[in-house]
């Protein structure tokens, strides 16, 4: 694992937009298309503000969420609903978005076609994780019923989960199918997160998901 820090959460922003435009650049460059895996939540909205008309051929990448909560896209809650917002705006109108959420009571429900949907793009070629204050990221959260599955070696491509905080069922990429993607970058702001991350080096997963994708991922931080 690698700490890059910003001098503030501009900089980081607009710093991590050049770099995430740059990976999915030079995958373009030889590849067809381009798998870029993003998170959800409260801390990457800036970026996304600043990626989103990065001049790159977007109609050859597919967006995807890290994970989804279950609640429909025009929710409050939706990581859709800030992907469509924030990202998939401007330029970046063009890239193709591949959904983790579809009109059911429960994720179970539509997992198998969710999952058939997005199977054919894998591997990630540009990831980009959040984390919370409790060390989960993506959806793999500490005591969550589905996380032994999500951080399994021979885990399937996505998890339902419920509990470990999560106010609603959520649906996640497990951290093998995020293990595998061929760049791997973790946003967090924040001293609370900064000495959360720092004390995930030396937990079990079960406790401390993060550090389940830690191998060669590159964090950016500013306070
Ligand atoms: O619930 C979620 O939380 C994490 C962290 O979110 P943040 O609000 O603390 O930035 C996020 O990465 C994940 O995609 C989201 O579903």
Request: glycine share 6%; aromatic share 4%.
């Amino acid at each position: 694992m690698k700490i890059v820090e910003y001098a503030d959460q501009e900089m980081l922003a607009i710093d991590l937009a050049n770099v995430l435009a740059g990976e999915l650049t030079a995958t373009l460059e030889h590849e067809d298309r381009a798998l870029f895996v993003v998170p959800g939540g409260s801390t990457p909205g800036p970026v996304f503000d600043d990626l989103c008309d990065a001049d790159l051929d977007w109609a050859r990448v597919d967006v995807m969420l890290s994970d989804e909560r279950w609640v429909p896209e025009v929710h409050v809650r939706s990581n859709t609903r800030l992907i469509r917002e924030r990202l998939l705006t401007g330029r970046a109108a063009k890239a193709r978005y591949l959904p983790l959420y579809a009109k059911a009571e429960a994720p179970e429900e539509v997992l198998p076609e969710l999952e058939a949907n997005i199977t054919p793009d894998l591997p990630i070629s540009v990831l980009l994780l959040g984390m919370g204050a409790d060390m989960h990221t993506a959806s793999m959260f500490p005591g969550a019923d589905g996380l032994e599955e999500a951080l399994a070696r021979n885990a399937p491509v996505l998890v339902a989960m419920r509990g470990g905080g999560a106010p609603e069922p959520r649906v996640t990429l497990s951290a093998r199918v995020l293990n595998e993607a061929m760049s791997k970058h973790l946003i967090i702001t924040g001293q609370q997160k900064r000495a959360a991350l720092e004390r995930a080096r030396g937990l079990p997963h079960p406790e401390a998901p993060i550090a389940a994708v830690m191998s060669d991922l590159i964090v950016h931080w500013a306070e």
